[in-house]
């Protein structure tokens, strides 16, 4: 297997969009939060396109394979911490489910493109 262009890779692409967004809400936190859950959640939102890239580069189907799993998870952490920013206050239900949205985007393509490698 050959490595895979990134920026042929449509779910890489819509997470680069999904990290983006994330910084620009994120900064909306209060200040307190900036080292707590603002931090961890930049680096969660980080680690989706990361680790598609990281396995796209790869010359292994079955590493690709790993890298997409450890994506796929980190969009479930993403997940559950966009909805801590709404159980804590911090931004509304109607800014976080265009957000909630893209991330179910994601979650199923890394999902379809993990079956395709399995075959």
């Known amino acids: 297997m050959k490595s895979h262009r990134i920026e042929d890779l449509k779910v890489w692409n819509k997470s680069m969009v999904l990290v983006k967004e994330i910084y620009l809400i994120s900064a909306e936190l209060p200040i307190e939060e900036k080292f707590g859950l603002q931090s961890q959640i930049r680096r969660c939102a980080v680690s989706i396109p990361s680790n598609i890239a990281e396995g796209a580069g790869r010359n292994n189907k079955n590493e690709f394979y790993q890298f997409l799993g450890i994506a796929f998870g980190s969009t479930y952490e993403l997940q559950t911490q ?35 490698l399995k075959l």
């Not at 804590?88 to 957000?99: D, G, Q, R, V």
């Open 82 to 116: 966009l909805q801590l920013w709404i159980d804590l206050n911090f931004i509304s239900e109607i800014k976080i489910a265009p957000l909630k949205e893209l991330l179910s985007e994601i979650q199923k393509m890394i999902y379809s493109l993990k079956a395709s």
